[in-house]
């Protein structure tokens, strides 16, 4: 079954910065959509930003635009989540998620993403 192994998550001051990555393994598709989504406590759970993994389909949440960038490493199946300026309400779990949906314009925050990871708590203080 795909498992998708997520680390960098971590605590660190407003301003700060932080390196999310996301391995999937066992995808069978040539290109899928991956990413992140986020959930803060007592909040709904909302996407950061979601791509193709050949770079292509990159859609970004308006709170995080400039703010965060998504890449990959195809050959790994890899993808990254750089976090810079990070606010206090930056502060929530992120799950990377991802679907053998590789079609750019199909690849989005609306997609049902049929793979979840377990989450790491990005904690960001004032």
């Known amino acids: 079954h795909v498992q998708l192994v997520e680390s960098g998550g971590g605590s660190v001051e407003a301003g700060g910065s932080l390196r999310l990555s996301c391995a999937a393994s066992r995808l069978t598709a040539s290109r899928n959509c991956m990413g992140w989504f986020r959930q803060a406590p007592g909040k709904e759970r909302e996407g950061v930003a979601v791509a193709i993994t050949d770079g292509t389909g990159t859609t970004y949440a308006d709170s995080v635009k400039g703010r965060f960038t998504i890449s990959q490493n195809k050959a790994k199946n890899t993808m990254y989540l750089q976090m810079n300026s990070l606010e206090p309400e930056d502060t929530a779990m992120y799950y990377c998620?991802?679907?053998?949906?590789?079609?750019?314009?199909?690849?989005?925050?609306?997609?049902?993403?049929?793979?979840w990871s377990q989450g790491t708590q990005v904690t960001v203080s004032s």
């Open positions: 998620v991802a679907d053998e949906m590789g079609i750019p314009q199909l690849c989005g925050m609306r997609l049902p993403f049929n793979y």
